[in-house]
Nanobody, 126 residues
């Protein structure tokens, strides 16, 4: 089992940047694919991006591609979400998740993530 804690959320103006962190404890961090998801009020939790165990591959939702970047530091047991050029529609609670899946096509699926943090609020004002 792995425990996840997000930090770094806040209020930012449109066009600004924020960096979210997700600290992991428990089992060996490098055993997990890490994903970022977000949930706006009244909406389903949606995929934002993932990073593979070694950090060698990332992928993103089309809505954030080119603006968001995921990285990880396995020595520090942490994964990061750098968010640039933020838009009001990026406003949501952001969650990091840990997956034990080995099927790349599954990494975008919420159901493949067994462990979640409690989330970090990101609010982008226009």
């Amino acid at each position: 089992q792995v425990q996840l804690v997000e930090s770094g959320g806040g209020l930012v103006q449109a066009g600004g940047s924020l960096r979210l962190s997700c600290a992991a404890s428990g089992r060996t961090f490098s055993n997990y694919v890490m994903g970022w998801f977000r949930q706006a009020p009244g909406m389903e939790r949606e995929f934002v991006g993932f990073i593979t165990r070694s950090g060698g591959r990332t992928d993103y939702a089309d809505s954030v591609k080119g603006r968001f970047t995921i990285s990880r530091d396995n020595a520090a047991n942490a994964v990061y979400l750098q968010m640039n050029s933020l838009k009001p529609e990026d406003t949501a609670v952001y969650y990091c998740g840990a997956s034990t899946s080995y099927t790349v096509s599954y990494f975008k699926l919420r159901s493949q993530y067994a462990y979640w943090g409690r989330g970090a609020q990101v609010t982008v004002s226009s």
